[in-house]
């Protein structure tokens, strides 16, 4: 009995000892620091504030001033996270920025210069930031040039239009390059990030970012924007054009009354533009609208479902515009995350039989779609 009582007592003790061990391993573990040391060598931002937030869900994390063109915070950091520092506001709209990764170490950064180093993770982003920032303005210079596309020549338009493919297909490279070089660690969310954009431009595969994402470490895979925007492809590629298309509780402007989307489609084809009052894009669109209204108005539903918008300015741009087809509203904001949709305009051609026929058309393409599906 004594033995056995002794032998209780020691796996008590080993018991205690190993939670005392275990709960100084988890302070330990949590009371790691990310120090940022910026430079802001701005005078009119001298003795203004800066915060830095969390990037995922913009919830401020810390404060201070900018004091002789510096400032500093320490942030407690158990997993590593995107951070987004920012100045205060001032006239005109005026602020700096910079993305950062809150990871346990010392960073330094300049918010006029876009500088960052001290971590390895930062290191690499300042990197990838700073090579795709070179391909971008690249870029931009072909996208400026085709401004005066009316002037060239067919050859000179099919070389523009080559080389700029070209530079697309040379940032695409780098951005899988560097995902595939950082998948355990958050830059690989940044070159996420422009891969989501080509595939939303049509210049990357939606499969092959999947798969990417798929073989990604969780930190990846699991950060928020990432999730997110995943989930807007799924939504979108659950109705691209071949699949059928998903009904909608939405409003009749006319009446108020609450109504189904198939109560007008069921059955014919049927043109849908999600737009809104202030996007100038969707009010350039609204005459290519109105053309299709007044030609095949009497073989196709024409429908203005109007999104993102207040009912004042929606009334006004209705009788501004003359939109004399049928005009719905979506009340609940869900139209557009049913689609996957980010950006309006966004007009969809639905067939008959229910089948998405074709997705995001603008300009003349809205015309060539109709007449496709109309036989003509």
């Not at 910079?98 to 690499?124: I, K, Q, Y």
């Not at 024409?302 to 004399?324: E, G, R």
Request: charged share 25%.
């Amino acid at each position: 009995m004594y033995i056995c009582a002794v032998f209780l007592r020691i796996l008590i003790m080993k018991k205690i000892i190993l939670s005392f061990v275990a709960l100084f391993s988890a302070m330990v573990c949590f009371s790691q620091s990310c120090t940022i040391i910026g430079r802001m060598n701005v005078p009119d931002f001298q003795n203004k504030e800066v915060a830095i937030l969390n990037a995922a869900t913009f919830d401020v994390l810390a404060t201070t001033k900018i004091v002789d063109s510096a400032f500093t915070f320490d942030i407690s950091v158990d997993e590593p996270f995107w951070g987004w520092i920012k100045t205060e506001t001032l006239s005109g709209n005026n602020y700096y920025f910079l993305d950062v990764v809150v990871e346990p170490g010392t960073v330094t950064c300049d918010l006029v210069t876009d500088d960052l180093a001290g971590t390895s993770t930062n290191d690499r982003y300042f990197k990838f930031n700073k090579e795709m920032n070179h391909e971008k303005e690249i870029w931009y210079a072909y996208a400026e040039k085709f401004q005066n596309i009316s002037q060239m020549s067919e050859n000179e338009v099919k070389s523009l239009t080559d080389e700029f493919q070209l530079q697309i297909n040379k940032m695409v490279d780098l951005a899988q390059s560097v995902f595939l070089a950082n998948k355990d660690n958050l830059v690989a969310t940044k070159a996420f990030d422009f891969l989501a954009e080509m595939v939303g431009a049509k210049s990357f595969d939606y499969s092959e970012l999947s798969a990417m994402l798929a073989d990604a470490a969780p930190i990846v895979r699991n950060y928020p924007k990432v999730v997110k925007k995943m989930e807007q492809f799924d939504k979108l590629y659950q109705t691209v054009a071949g699949k059928p298309y998903i009904d909608l509780d939405l409003k009749d402007f006319k009446t108020k009354k609450p109504v189904k989307l198939s109560k007008y489609i069921k059955g014919k084809i049927a043109l849908i533009d999600f737009w809104a009052s202030w996007c100038r894009p969707c009010r350039a669109e609204i005459p290519n609208i109105a053309q299709i209204y007044e030609k095949y108005g009497k073989d196709v539903v024409v429908i203005s479902l109007n999104v993102w918008d207040q009912p004042t300015a929606q009334a006004k741009a209705i009788k501004d515009l003359k939109m004399n087809w049928l005009q719905l509203t979506d009340d609940t904001k869900n139209a557009t995350n049913v689609y996957g949709i980010e950006g309006i305009p966004h007009i969809m051609l639905i067939g008959k039989d229910g089948t998405i026929l074709a997705r995001d058309l603008r300009g003349e393409e809205i015309e060539a779609a109709v007449k496709k599906a109309l036989g003509k």
